[in-house]
């Protein structure tokens, strides 16, 4: 599955770091990175293949502007 985020409209809430910071981390411009991620130049989002969900699930559910797409 894919984890996709959408980085340019991340508002900096932290609370994807908070749940899950063992793959999210903010980043010295006060938005999240998606560790391991590469950028899709066409859409700027940042796209990970995982094998497991872990806790990107807590991180998508808790993002207030919902930036962060889990493709099944
Ligand atoms: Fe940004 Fe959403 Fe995380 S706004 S800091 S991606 S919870």
Redesign the pocket.
């Known amino acids: 599955m894919k984890i996709i985020?959408?980085?340019e409209?991340?508002?900096?809430?932290?609370?994807?770091?908070?749940?899950c910071p063992k793959h999210?981390e903010?980043s010295e411009d006060g938005?999240?990175t998606l560790l391991g991620s590469t950028v899709d130049p066409k859409t700027k989002n940042y796209l990970l293949e995982v094998k497991k969900i872990d806790c990107h699930e807590e991180?998508a559910e808790?993002?207030?502007?919902?930036?962060?797409q889990i493709i099944k």
């Open positions: 985020h959408e980085r409209k991340c508002i900096g809430c932290g609370a994807c770091v908070a749940l999210w903010m938005k999240a991180a808790s993002c207030p502007v919902q930036i962060i």
